[in-house]
T-cell receptor
Framework: AQSVTQLDSHVSVSEGTPVLLRCNYS??????LFWYVQHPNKGLQLLLK??????LVKGINGFEAEFKKSETSFHLTKPSAHMSDAAEYFC???????????FGTGTSLTVIP | DAGVIQSPRHEVTEMGQEVTLRCKPI?????LFWYRQTMMRGLELLIY????????DSGMPEDRFSAKMPNASFSNLKIQPSEPRDSAVYFC?????????????FGEGSWLTVV
């Protein structure tokens, strides 16, 4: 069975400092993994996805994530936080066939000026 | 592309009333999903369709909830009668296909409050 665990429900960083949002997954197969961002009162927007190509995936707005099979992790990073990055972030894993998507519980990112 | 379009964006209704939420998927997408988001339960898949046919409705909470997709460009989710515990954000999403690496695209949600 597939599942995803977001290790932090809330993360606070100062503007201009690095962002790290942690995600660990459980999957019987080589998974597809996604990060979505949800700004207040908005829908979910795809940041990036991993589908068994390069393990370091670059997304929009300067975010990237690295797939580490040995650690079953897919952490989201950004070198320098911007105020506009304040949002909820969801890590998602899909099943082997890509027919089901399993969402993490989300990490709320606060950026302090 | 206009993206997934949902209406209404916000609805406040009284307990016992019928609620209808509407969705227009991205043109050409064969899969349509309805999700519900609450603080307590996070994002839950309610139902999804392939080529207008419901494939998995195991997430629909109870008989008060129903969803239809009469054609490729429209779906609705109905709650009748509505209850305060139905208050949530309801997201519609669509995907060109399912399968490894395919992405689902979300609408901006319908904020439902039942008083």
């Amino acid at each position: 069975a597939q599942s995803v665990t977001q290790l932090d429900s809330h993360v606070s960083v100062s503007e201009g400092t690095p962002v790290l949002l942690r995600c660990n997954y459980s999957s019987s197969y080589s998974p597809s993994l996604f990060w979505y961002v949800q700004h207040p009162n908005k829908g979910l927007q795809l940041l990036l996805k991993y589908t068994s190509a390069a393990t370091l995936v670059k997304g929009i707005n300067g975010f990237e994530a690295e797939f580490k099979k040995s650690e079953t992790s897919f952490h989201l990073t950004k070198p320098s936080a911007h105020m506009s990055d304040a949002a909820e972030y969801f890590c998602v894993v899909s099943d082997q066939n890509g027919n089901q998507f399993y969402f993490g519980t989300g990490t709320s990112l606060t950026v302090i000026p | 592309d206009a993206g997934v379009i949902q209406s209404p964006r916000h609805e406040v209704t009284e307990m016992g009333q019928e609620v209808t939420l509407r969705c227009k998927p991205i043109s050409g997408h064969d899969y349509l999903f309805w999700y519900r988001q609450t603080m307590m339960r996070g994002l839950e898949l309610l139902i999804y369709f392939n080529n207008n046919v419901p494939i998995d409705d195991s997430g629909m909470p109870e008989d008060r909830f129903s969803a239809k997709m009469p054609n490729a460009s429209f779906s609705n989710l109905k709650i009748q009668p509505s209850e305060p515990r139905d208050s949530a954000v309801y997201f519609c999403a669509s995907s060109f296909a399912l399968g490894r690496g395919n992405t689902i695209y979300f609408g901006e949600g319908s904020w439902l409050t039942v008083v």
